[in-house]
Structures are given as C-alpha cells and as structure tokens.
C-alpha cells in the first residue's frame, strides 16, 4: 500500500534529498485511508524519485521544516507524515519507474491511494 505524491510543482533536478523529502512530507488533503499507506512516493511527471517509509501522520505544520516556509500557506484539514527514506530493497523496486497508469488524464489531485 503506497500513496503516490505529485511533486511537480516543487520539484527541481538538482534538489538536495532534504528539499525532496520535505516536498513530499506535506503538507496533503488526504483523508484516513492515509493511514493504510506504509510508503509514499514521490513522482515527478509520472515517475518514481524517491520512496519514503511512512511512519506516522500528524496534522500539518507539527512537524519542523528547514527547506520550506510554510508559514503563509492554508494547514487547516491539511496533513503531513513523519518518515524516512525506505530501504534500498523497496527502493530498487520503485525509483525511476513509471507510475503513469495510475494517473488518470483529468484528476488534478497530487495524492493517489494504491491498494490502501
């Protein structure tokens, strides 16, 4: 169970791993199926960047940033997850490939649930 995360708007070819991390922690609409979701990755036009380890969700702003200034942006019904890149075994399977069919001509949303 993943959740997908479109960090296109973020998203640089020479960001460091913290900026990319903290592009992809938060800050989501999601709703409680978040919680089914042990990765999330971040994807950038269609393809897997990063896997990340999800291991806990709080709401957003609770956790500190030091890449992103969040100060001005809405939180309100927002969520962020506290995690760690995964392991090179479940990253060796999903880094640098496509997501493509899982994103659906039309949905704007940067968030999509895989088997959660």
Not at 19 to 24: D, I, K, R, S, V
Not at 98 to 116: A, D, E, F, M
Request: charged content about 30%.
């Amino acid at each position: 169970p993943v959740l997908l995360i479109r960090v296109n708007k973020l998203y640089r070819h020479n960001m460091t791993p913290l900026e990319l991390q903290e592009a992809t922690r938060g800050i989501w609409r999601v709703g409680p199926r978040r919680t089914g979701a042990e990765y999330a990755l971040a994807t950038f036009e269609g393809v897997v960047r990063e896997v990340y380890e999800i291991q806990e969700w709080h709401p957003a702003r609770t956790l500190p940033y030091s890449t992103r200034d969040l100060s001005q942006r809405d939180t309100t019904s927002r969520w962020e997850f506290d995690g760690r890149v995964a392991a090179d075994d479940v990253r060796g399977k999903y880094r640098g490939r496509s997501v493509q069919q899982y994103l659906k001509r039309g949905n704007q949303s940067p968030t999509i649930y895989v088997n959660c």
